[in-house]
Structures are given as C-alpha cells and as structure tokens.
C-alpha cells in the first residue's frame, strides 16, 4: 500500500523559513513534488523532483524554495525561506510511481504565513 506521509507545517511569521517532509513507502517513485491548494482554487504546483535531481519550481517560489530528495529513504523535502503571506496554503505531498506511473498524493498540510 502506497502512503505519502508530510510532516513540518505551521504559522510562521512572514520573512522567516519552514521546511516541509513527506515520507513514501510501498513503491518505487519516479517523479516526486509538492503542491499547493487555496480553499475554492485549483492545486497548483510549488515543485517537482526527477530521480536524478532534475528539479522544476513554479516562478511564484524561485529562488526561495528548494526541493530535494533522498531516494534510499524515499522522502521529499522543500525548504521554505522568506515566506510571504500568499504562501499560506494547504500543501500536498505528490509521488508517481516509476515502474507503474500511478499517481499519489498525501493528505495536506497547512501552512500558515503571518504579516
């Protein structure tokens, strides 16, 4: 059973930094990334991960967001530094499978940025 488990949200204060995790087990990913979700928006990306390192950030975060993995731990990390109050979101954990490319999402996680 696939389970893509995130872990790091919270309020912070606008300016300062906060690192989300998401561990997934039960397969092998290929791509792997964070999204985001306002209420009544569509979720949009934040970043993408290949295998191999090859990363993709939505331009609203470049340069202040950093996405990596670790693929013998099979987790995905995004630093967060100085957050500005529109990145208060809920944010999801996304995996694909790499052999079976089904797609996988966590359960979201709420990041809150205070001005």
């Known amino acids: 059973q696939v389970q893509l488990v995130e872990s790091g949200g919270g309020l912070v204060q606008a300016g300062e930094s906060l690192t989300l995790s998401c561990a997934a087990s039960g397969t092998i990913f290929g791509i792997m990334g964070w999204y985001r979700q306002a209420p009544g928006k569509q979720r949009e990306l934040v970043a993408t991960i290949t295998r191999i390192g090859n990363t993709n950030y939505a331009d609203s975060v470049k340069g202040r967001f950093t996405i990596s993995r670790d693929n013998a731990k099979n987790t995905v990390t995004l630093q967060m530094n100085s957050l500005k109050s529109e990145d208060t979101d809920v944010y999801f954990c996304?995996?694909?499978?790499?052999?079976?490319?089904?797609?996988?999402w966590g359960q979201g996680i709420q990041v809150t940025v205070s001005s």
């Open positions: 996304y995996a694909k499978g790499y052999i079976r490319t089904d797609e996988y």
